[in-house]
Nanobody
Framework: QVRLVESGGGLVQAGGSLNLSCVVSGNVFSITSMGWYRQPPGKQRELVAEISSDGRATYTDSVKGRFTISKDNDNESVFLQMDGLKVADTAHYYC?????????WGQGTLVTVSS
């Protein structure tokens, strides 16, 4: 079983920054992509950012220019640098790892942006 441990969430004022991290452990093989999803209160889970194993990154339109996803070369960690945070960014953020044959999720970390 894959274990994804997230950290870095918390309470921040609008305009501030946070850096989320996710450490991957367990019997992991053939990772094709890693990413971050979020679920705002009362809404469905949505993709925030994704990075493929060869380093190509994609972002949802609402975070382009503000968030940056990165990973280490061994696919052991994935990060999300969040700058210029807005109240609308408030959500539970989930780390995601896609392998060739399965999809794994972290427990989630809460990001709350106040104004």
């Amino acid at each position: 079983q894959v274990r994804l441990v997230e950290s870095g969430g918390g309470l921040v004022q609008a305009g501030g920054s946070l850096n989320l991290s996710c450490v991957v452990s367990g019997n992991v093989f053939s990772i094709t992509s890693m990413g971050w999803y979020r679920q705002p209160p009362g809404k469905q889970r949505e993709l925030v950012a994704e990075i493929s194993s060869d380093g190509r990154a994609t972002y949802t339109d609402s975070v382009k220019g503000r968030f940056t996803i990165s990973k280490d070369n061994d696919n052991e960690s994935v990060f999300l640098q969040m700058d210029g945070l807005k109240v609308a960014d408030t959500a539970h953020y989930y780390c995601h790892v896609q392998e060739l044959w399965r999809s794994s999720w972290g427990q989630g970390t809460l990001v709350t942006v106040s104004s």
